[in-house]
Structures are given as structure tokens and as C-alpha cells.
């Protein structure tokens, strides 16, 4: 099984930086996903980590360790728009192939002024 | 980029009739769909695995006779709430990717159902 842990919610400043942390436990390690989700609005894709390190990927970066079953995203200049749930997932191996995404809790991000 | 549609956006129906939603792949082929429910300020929760040409796999504690799904094409499938309750009523979201497995979900815009 998996078991996926991430804040309920935070709070920052804006043009601040803030760090989101999960945590997990998996089975078998496929990658981790992480989502930016609006409220009444779909998931939409923000960065995917597969081998240990950092992701940088304009103000959002992510981060890996694989050995501490841990990750975290990293917000730079945040603005009031990344008010926002944030989602991370892990997929595990479905049985006929492919995989299917198990999300966390979501940490719901409240950027402030 | 992949793009996923879902129909409808909203819909409100009365306690005992049947829902029916789609999720279609725009411009990919996607043998694996799945459903998610969204609760208020919670997360999505997967209900089921949809594979075209064969039976969803369901999430443990999903009634298979209430909701059920069809994936009769590489780019359609459809989840249809029977019977529909009150306790029904929340966020149903689909989503797809293509044939590479570690590629990203693609999310449709999801499904607002509010059962009277």
C-alpha cells in the first residue's frame, strides 16, 4: 500500500518563498508527481521526480530523496494566483501494466499580501 | 500538449436517477482512464481503473453496480452514477495519459454533480 503525508495548509507572504513537504511510503518507488489544484477546477501537472536531486522549473522547483521517502516544492516569488491546493502523488504498478496515482491530502496554500 | 474533455461540467439531478459522464482523449489514444471523486476541501480519491475493451478495476470500497464504466474506445469512457443520492453529490474528475507510463495524468475539467 501507500501512505502519502503533506501540511493541510500554509500561509506565506507574497513575493516570499515557501517550501511544501511530503512524505511517503510506497511498495515499489515509481516517481512522484506533484499538482496544482484551484479550487473547483481540475489538477494541473507542476513537476514530476524520478532520481534523487532537484527539479528546477521557473519560480517552482521540486525535490527528491528517495532514500528518505521524502520530497518537498519550493515556491519562489510567490504571487497571489499560487493560492492553490497543492497534490502530491505517487503512481503505483498496476497488474496489467501502466499505473495508476495515488494522491495526498493536498496542502492548501494561502498567499497573502 | 494532451488535452482531456469532460461533459458535463455541471449537472443536477434528482435522488434515484442516473448520471452518465464523459471523458474523452483529444489528441492521444488512452487505454487506461480513471476516475477520481473529490469531496469539499479533500483529495481525490481514486474510484476506478478504466481499460478500454475490458472491466474497470475498482477501488476498494467503490460499489462496481452503482457506478458504472464503460471503455468501449481508445478515447472514450464514461462513468454513469445509478441511483443516484444526496451522499452522491461531489466532484468527479477523469484523466488519461498516453502510452508512455511515466508521463504526466492529463486531467479533464471535471464534473460538478449535486443530487437533490
Known amino acids: 500500500g501507500q501512505n502519502i503525508d503533506q501540511p493541510t495548509e500554509m500561509t506565506a507572504t507574497e513575493g516570499a518563498i515557501v517550501q511544501i513537504n511530503c512524505t511517503y511510503q510506497?511498495?515499489?518507488?515509481?516517481?512522484l508527481f506533484w499538482y496544482q489544484q484551484h479550487a473547483g477546477e481540475a489538477p494541473t501537472f507542476l513537476s514530476y521526480?524520478?532520481?534523487?536531486g532537484l527539479e528546477e522549473k521557473g519560480r517552482f522547483s521540486s525535490f527528491l530523496s528517495r532514500s528518505k521517502g521524502y520530497s518537498y516544492l519550493l515556491l519562489k516569488e510567490l504571487q497571489m494566483k499560487d493560492s492553490a491546493s497543492y497534490l502530491c502523488?505517487?503512481?503505483?504498478?498496476?497488474?496489467?501494466?501502466?499505473?495508476?496515482?495515488?494522491f495526498g491530502t493536498g496542502t492548501q496554500l494561502k498567499v497573502e499580501l | 500538449g494532451a488535452v482531456v474533455s469532460q461533459h458535463p461540467s455541471r449537472v443536477i439531478c434528482k435522488s434515484g436517477t442516473s448520471v452518465k459522464i464523459e471523458c474523452r482523449s483529444l489528441d492521444f489514444q488512452a487505454t487506461t482512464m480513471f476516475w477520481y471523486r473529490q469531496f469539499p476541501k479533500q483529495s481525490l480519491m481514486l474510484m476506478a481503473t478504466?481499460?478500454?475493451?475490458?472491466?474497470?478495476?475498482?477501488e476498494q470500497g467503490v460499489e462496481k453496480d452503482k457506478f458504472l464504466i464503460n471503455h468501449a474506445s481508445l478515447t472514450l469512457s464514461t462513468l454513469t452514477v445509478t441511483s443516484a443520492h444526496p451522499e452522491d453529490s461531489s466532484f468527479y474528475i477523469c484523466s488519461a495519459r498516453d502510452l508512455d507510463i511515466n508521463s504526466p495524468l492529463h486531467f479533464g475539467n471535471g464534473t460538478r454533480l449535486t443530487v437533490t
Open positions: 521526480n524520478v532520481l534523487d
Open positions: 510506497t511498495s515499489g518507488f515509481n516517481g
Open positions: 502523488a505517487v503512481p503505483s504498478i498496476l497488474t496489467g501494466g501502466g499505473n495508476k496515482l495515488t
Open positions: 478504466s481499460n478500454e475493451g475490458s472491466k474497470a478495476t475498482y
